[in-house]
């Protein structure tokens, strides 16, 4: 039975989700993610024409808090759990190319 | 058996002390945790500060809380402030956070002691715990077996008797299928009744907090604790906790009880056996009992196996190396990102954020995604039907007792298919316990599920109480 999709589609994804596979990790995700999506044709046979999709169980909608000022999480606190911190910012590396 | 409800009682009359309660949970933990690998990590000076403030109170002559002194073990998907919180994931190995779970404020406020962190498959993706980073967890009954997932340490720590109850969090079934698996009383609350402020998110319109104890009345307790409008989450039903203490003897007397086929359907004969007996007790208290068959149900495991990755690749997308947790180094801020989770997240988590990923993308978001959003609503239009016809269904909460390691760990589906009569209530956003009752194959527990409409708890602990009785355990 071909799988629903293919090693390259695989590929793609995990560029999208930001993660490096291996080749073995390649061949046993399209395999795993196609047994998936094999079982899930029972629910792509069905007709649900007009059907409202729900996302949230109760429909809660516009939910806002007061506009009141409120004290927010300890700035220290959440960056002493930060990897890497200058002058009291998250620090990363480079974002862009280095300037030619 | 050591309930809450006796401890809290000791304590709080002087007979006891939540120091004194403390260390002989702990005595357990020290004596078993290397073998079952329950706790992550073990708070002793925190909790022993609170068991202390817990005793200073009590010594004041005031009310130390309806949880005075009760140790409690929380699943470490749940934020503790300065506590080791890793969801069971190298990525986030070493992270403190900065703030409590409201769950845990309430606890803290109502007397309790948490007293650690519990294994759990990594970001709560499993139904075994032996996805966990930091090794499995084993079933305190039968070591051989695993305890369910993915709330399995904070079952394995309960069944242990190293405490008394434990908070969990079922998204599919991850409170209620460990509960079975080791023999407890697990409970999945309606969508919004329980805050999900500082639980580290699967999937957001799923993922419940709930409690796992030895018996009904304690579920009770933790519950009535634990629920209530939060304002710091938006979820959250803005009503109060409802009163579930007062209708724990409230019986099944009049009350229509829906045996569901899809509910039993493919379920080991003993656990099908189990549910017919219990059925019998319902009836026996004065409940009516329909037949019913709920075609739609049949889906869930589909609609669920693309809504809970799709939501979970969304969520995990803040784990890129920048705020918190684990980086690992590279040339540019891509490289890092894709670096740090290539390392960070076990084959589990990757597997669903891939198939997320996918049914989100464009080309396939209609025919998996969307269509999977419409079989929900089909799946709560069948649910309020079928609650025309009964005021509350039956079925198995697993297709059989605990398995052994290794048994479904290289073939995903089989371990998703434990999770089918469980997964159709989250879709729902619906209440449903998982009480044991009976025993299957070498003497291990089984476990019946009650499901209820939204709002039912009172009712379902009501019904499950007297499944306790009826099953000779109180």
């Known amino acids: ?3 629903p999709l293919s090693r390259d589609e695989v590929a793609h ?9 291996t080749n073995e990790e390649l061949d046993l995700f399209t395999e795993q993610l196609g047994a998936v999506l094999e079982h899930a044709t029972d629910m792509q046979s069905l007709n649900l024409e007009g059907v409202v999709p729900t996302a949230h169980p109760f429909g809660l909608i516009n939910v806002v808090r007061a506009d009141v000022v409120r004290p927010s999480l300890d700035h220290q606190a959440v960056m002493a759990m930060a990897p890497d911190v200058e002058d009291g910012r998250f620090a990363v590396p480079r974002i862009m190319g280095e300037a030619p | 058996m050591t309930t809450a409800v006796a401890i809290a009682q000791r304590v709080q009359s002087g007979e006891s002390s939540a120091v004194a309660e403390l260390e002989v949970s702990l005595e357990v933990i020290r004596s078993r945790n290397e073998e079952l690998n329950v706790f992550l990590h073990v708070d002793e000076d925190g909790a022993r500060a609170m068991a202390k403030q817990v005793d200073h109170v009590v010594a004041s002559g005031s009310n130390a809380g309806p949880l005075a002194g009760v140790p409690i073990a929380i699943k470490d998907n749940l934020c503790q402030t300065g506590v080791p919180t890793t969801c069971s994931s ?13 769950v845990i404020e309430r606890l803290v406020a109502a007397g309790a002691v948490p007293v650690g962190k519990t294994n759990l498959d990594e970001f709560a993706m499993g139904s075994s715990t032996e996805n966990s980073a930091y090794g499995p967890t084993r079933n305190p009954l039968d070591p051989s077996r695993v305890p369910g997932g993915s709330s399995g340490g904070s079952a394995a720590a309960v069944a ?55 018996t009904v009345t304690d579920a009770a307790l933790v519950l009535e604790v634990i629920a209530g409008h939060d ?3 938006s979820t959250s039903l803005p009503e109060p906790a409802p009163s579930l203490m007062a209708h724990l003897n409230d019986g099944v007397a009049g009350k229509r009880v829906g045996l569901v086929r899809e509910l039993i359907e493919g379920a080991d004969e003993e656990v099908v056996a189990s549910v017919h007996r219990a059925v019998d007790v319902l009836r026996d208290g004065g409940a009516t009992i329909v037949e019913l068959s709920i075609p739609e149900l049949h889906l869930g495991l589909s609609a669920y196996y693309l809504i809970a990755p799709a939501e979970a690749s969304s969520n995990l997308a803040r784990y890129d190396g920048v705020r918190y947790g684990l980086r690992v180094d590279a040339d540019d801020v891509a490289a890092m990102n894709e670096a740090t989770r290539t390392m960070g997240f076990g084959a589990e988590v990757k597997r669903r954020i891939m198939l997320g990923t996918y049914a989100l993308s464009a080309g396939y978001f209609d025919a998996y995604y969307g269509q999977a959003l419409k079989v929900r609503t089909r799946m709560i239009e069948a649910f309020r039907s079928a609650y025309l016809e009964a005021d509350l269904l039956i079925g198995a909460t697993t297709p059989g007792v605990a398995f052994t390691f290794g048994s479904k760990t290289n073939d995903p589906m089989a371990m998703y298919l434990n999770d089918v009569f469980t997964i159709p209530t989250n879709l729902a956003g619906d209440p449903a316990v998982s009480v044991p009752f009976g025993t299957g194959e070498a003497g291990l527990p089984i476990g019946v599920q009650l499901l209820g409409p939204g709002r039912s708890e009172a009712m379902l602990l009501a019904a499950a109480r007297v499944l306790e009785v009826g099953d000779g355990r109180s």
């Open chain 2, 160 to 214: 242990a008797g190293m405490t008394s109850i434990a908070l969990g969090s079922d998204t599919g079934g991850s409170i209620r299928q460990p509960a079975a698996l080791c023999g407890l009383v697990g409970v999945k609350p309606t969508y919004g009744l329980v805050s999900r402020y500082g639980l580290i998110a699967f999937a957001s319109s799923l993922d419940q907090i709930g409690p796992l104890t030895k």
């Open chain 2, 231 to 233: 304002p710091m989450d």
């Open chain 1, 1 to 3: 039975m071909s799988s």
């Open chain 2, 90 to 102: 190298r990525i986030l190995e070493g992270w403190r956070p900065p703030y409590n779970a409201t």
């Open chain 1, 13 to 21: 994804v995990a560029r999208l989700a930001r993660l490096k596979l």
